[in-house]
């Protein structure tokens, strides 16, 4: 039975592989199956057993099997696919004819006409949440958690989301989520569990690659029950917070591993999202270049404009762009463009707001970050954003709990030395030094390229009297950012003066001198 399950998948994956080919290009593959002994010897095998087998693959159609007898009562009502009764064949050198069946033309077609063709951009189907509990009660939370993921997920403009409707036909079924993929045209199936013992809840989802099985992701959550709804809320936005880096790092990873003359426009973009994860001077560099170079041929692309202007608005920051100045002003207007290109998009929205930010429209800057929020509640994008134009509009209390919303959203995340960093400016400008110490420090401990994070470091440290730790962030921060120091720090967007001369006092404190 094992053989015969495996001819259908590899048909069924045959019609996949071949769809995007041309007709006359295409591999088309006979397979033939028989139940008999063989005979090994010194790494070969023979024998009836195999001749026969060699046979019925001869008189198989392309793309189809043929079983013998023998086989076909080893399967018979146990497999989804049916065979038709082919009758007695006489097959060439073997001595007396063999019964035979054939997969049914009409099971043949319905392997090619369920397997269809992936979107050009990532795709994941929902399946519905399977009720452990025991209790048919309990059928309407665990329906309402994959609902409201499917919800959730749809806000992502860059992520193609089947619709409930299509998603939750496998209910009660045991479907192969590689099937359920050919079925519903999508990369990758979430499917859970929900169970609930006494008053606690625990749900367990996985993230899974449908084109060949691999676990992306996979999480537990154990709740008390105190309010299902509440509940239901809280394992929503875990769960979708999960899931869209997890992809996102499995799509950059399968796009590291072609070649740049097989890669679509989507991996395209990953490969310039990998670039601007390392967060390097050279890196973005690199994530411009490609990024450039995709939206030559693609110069609407949402996505690819506000990474693009990401990646700008950093080069600016640092200086490491040749002309700061010049980056910061194209980083506002390729966001502009961004949002032209598509004004749902919650990135595009924060990248957007965070060149109104430097641009010292701080009132416009939150406007537009609380609109992205609206867009996505679950956007650590959005959520991080807003914590700084809060911590540089002088905001504290509602600056911190803005960044631990987007750490909370994705606390693996790379942006995450920018939520700390933040948290660091809002504890400076409440003159809270040591906790603004130890927010520059896991800033340092994400990602010690992040140069900003010395320099709240320094200043914290001067001021708490640690002279020495101050002098050594300083001369990290400067090694850190190129050309003037001084130019640099008068690009942060402070709104209020008291704040900015907060945080240059420090420095001064650390050995930053006067002028320089």
Same mark, same amino acid.
């Given at each position: 039975?094992?053989?015969?399950?495996?001819?259908?998948?590899?048909?069924?994956?045959?019609?996949?592989?071949?769809?995007?080919?041309?007709?006359?290009?295409?591999?088309?593959?006979?397979?033939?199956?028989?139940?008999?002994?063989?005979?090994?010897?010194?790494?070969?095998?023979?024998?009836?057993?195999?001749?026969?087998?060699?046979?019925?693959?001869?008189?198989?159609?392309?793309?189809?099997?043929?079983?013998?007898?023998?086989?076909?009562?080893?399967?018979?009502?146990?497999?989804?696919?049916?065979?038709?009764?082919?009758?007695?064949?006489?097959?060439?050198?073997?001595?007396?004819?063999?019964?035979?069946?054939?997969?049914?033309?009409?099971?043949?077609?319905?392997?090619?006409?369920?397997?269809?063709?992936?979107?050009?951009?990532?795709?994941?189907?929902?399946?519905?949440?399977?009720?452990?509990?025991?209790?048919?009660?309990?059928?309407?939370?665990?329906?309402?958690?994959?609902?409201?993921?499917?919800?959730?997920?749809?806000?992502?403009?860059?992520?193609?989301?089947?619709?409930?409707?299509?998603?939750?036909?496998?209910?009660?079924?045991?479907?192969?989520?590689?099937?359920?993929?050919?079925?519903?045209?999508?990369?990758?199936?979430?499917?859970?569990?929900?169970?609930?013992?006494?008053?606690?809840?625990? !749900?367990? =989802?996985?993230?899974?690659?449908? %084109?060949?099985? #691999?676990?992306?992701?996979?999480? @537990?959550?154990? /709740? &008390?029950? $105190?309010?299902?709804?509440?509940?239901?809320?809280?394992?929503?936005?875990?769960?979708?917070?999960?899931?869209?880096?997890?992809?996102?790092?499995?799509?950059?990873?399968?796009?590291?591993?072609?070649?740049?003359?097989?890669?679509?426009?989507?991996?395209?973009?990953?490969?310039?999202?990998?670039?601007?994860?390392?967060?390097?001077?050279?890196?973005?560099?690199?994530?411009?270049?490609?990024?450039?170079?995709?939206?030559?041929?693609?110069?609407?692309?949402?996505?690819?404009?506000?990474?693009?202007?990401?990646?700008?608005?950093?080069?600016?920051?640092?200086?490491?762009?040749?002309?700061?100045?010049?980056?910061?002003?194209?980083?506002?207007?390729?966001?502009?463009?961004?949002?032209?290109?598509?004004?749902?998009?919650?990135?595009?929205?924060? !990248?957007? =707001?965070?060149?109104?930010?430097? %641009?010292?429209? #701080?009132?416009?800057?939150?406007? @537009?970050?609380? /609109? &992205?929020? $609206?867009?996505?509640?679950?956007?650590?994008?959005?959520?991080?954003?807003?914590?700084?134009?809060?911590?540089?509009?002088?905001?504290?209390?509602?600056?911190?709990?803005?960044?631990?919303?987007?750490?909370?959203?994705?606390?693996?995340?790379?942006?995450?030395?920018?939520?700390?960093?933040?948290?660091?400016?809002?504890?400076?400008?409440?003159?809270?030094?040591?906790?603004?110490?130890?927010?520059?420090?896991?800033?340092?401990?994400?990602?010690?390229?992040?140069?900003?994070?010395?320099?709240?470091?320094?200043?914290?440290?001067?001021?708490?009297?640690?002279?020495?730790?101050?002098?050594?962030?300083?001369?990290?921060?400067?090694?850190?950012?190129?050309?003037?120091?001084?130019?640099?720090?008068?690009?942060?967007?402070?709104?209020?003066?008291?704040?900015?001369?907060?945080?240059?006092?420090?420095?001064?404190?650390?050995?930053?001198?006067?002028?320089?």
């Amino acid at each position: 039975m094992d053989a015969t399950r495996c001819a259908i998948e590899i048909q069924r994956g045959m019609v996949e592989r071949n769809a995007p080919v041309p007709q006359d290009k295409r591999i088309e593959l006979r397979i033939g199956i028989h139940v008999g002994d063989i005979i090994i010897e010194e790494g070969d095998i023979y024998g009836d057993g195999v001749n026969i087998a060699a046979r019925l693959e001869g008189i198989a159609q392309p793309g189809g099997i043929c079983i013998s007898d023998d086989a076909y009562r080893q399967v018979r009502g146990k497999l989804d696919a049916s065979f038709e009764d082919g009758g007695e064949q006489s097959l060439k050198n073997i001595a007396r004819p063999v019964r035979v069946y054939w997969l049914r033309s009409n099971e043949k077609s319905a392997i090619a006409s369920t397997t269809l063709a992936l979107p050009s951009k990532p795709s994941i189907a929902v399946l519905a949440f399977e009720n452990m509990s025991g209790a048919p009660e309990q059928e309407y939370f665990a329906d309402g958690v994959a609902e409201d993921v499917v919800t959730a997920l749809s806000r992502l403009r860059w992520l193609f989301v089947v619709a409930r409707n299509s998603s939750f036909t496998y209910k009660g079924r045991s479907a192969d989520v590689r099937q359920v993929g050919r079925e519903l045209g999508v990369r990758y199936v979430l499917e859970g569990s929900v169970r609930k013992a006494g008053n606690r809840v625990r !749900i367990n =989802a996985q993230l899974i690659d449908a %084109s060949d099985g #691999h676990h992306v992701w996979a999480d @537990r959550y154990d /709740r &008390a029950l $105190e309010d299902i709804f509440a509940v239901q809320d809280e394992m929503t936005n875990q769960i979708t917070s999960a899931i869209a880096p997890g992809i996102v790092a499995a799509e950059v990873q399968r796009a590291q591993a072609k070649n740049a003359d097989e890669l679509s426009t989507w991996e395209r973009l990953m490969q310039a999202h990998w670039h601007i994860q390392r967060f390097t001077s050279e890196d973005f560099r690199e994530a411009i270049h490609l990024l450039d170079e995709l939206l030559r041929r693609d110069p609407n692309n949402a996505t690819a404009l506000s990474d693009l202007a990401f990646a700008l608005h950093f080069s600016g920051s640092f200086a490491w762009a040749d002309d700061p100045v010049a980056a910061f002003a194209r980083s506002r207007e390729v966001a502009r463009h961004a949002v032209a290109s598509d004004d749902k998009d919650a990135t595009a929205q924060s !990248i957007a =707001a965070v060149g109104e930010l430097f %641009s010292g429209r #701080h009132d416009d800057a939150i406007r @537009r970050l609380r /609109r &992205a929020i $609206e867009l996505d509640p679950n956007s650590n994008y959005a959520h991080g954003h807003l914590s700084a134009a809060y911590a540089f509009g002088g905001e504290p209390e509602a600056a911190i709990q803005q960044a631990q919303m987007a750490i909370r959203l994705s606390p693996r995340d790379f942006l995450n030395v920018i939520w700390h960093i933040t948290t660091a400016w809002a504890h400076l400008s409440a003159e809270s030094f040591q906790e603004a110490a130890d927010s520059a420090q896991r800033a340092i401990d994400c990602n010690p390229a992040f140069a900003d994070a010395h320099g709240v470091l320094a200043a914290a440290s001067a001021y708490l009297g640690r002279i020495a730790d101050a002098r050594a962030s300083l001369d990290v921060f400067a090694s850190l950012i190129r050309g003037s120091l001084a130019d640099q720090l008068s690009a942060r967007p402070f709104r209020r003066p008291a704040d900015r001369e907060r945080y240059l006092t420090g420095l001064r404190k650390a050995g930053l001198p006067e002028k320089k």
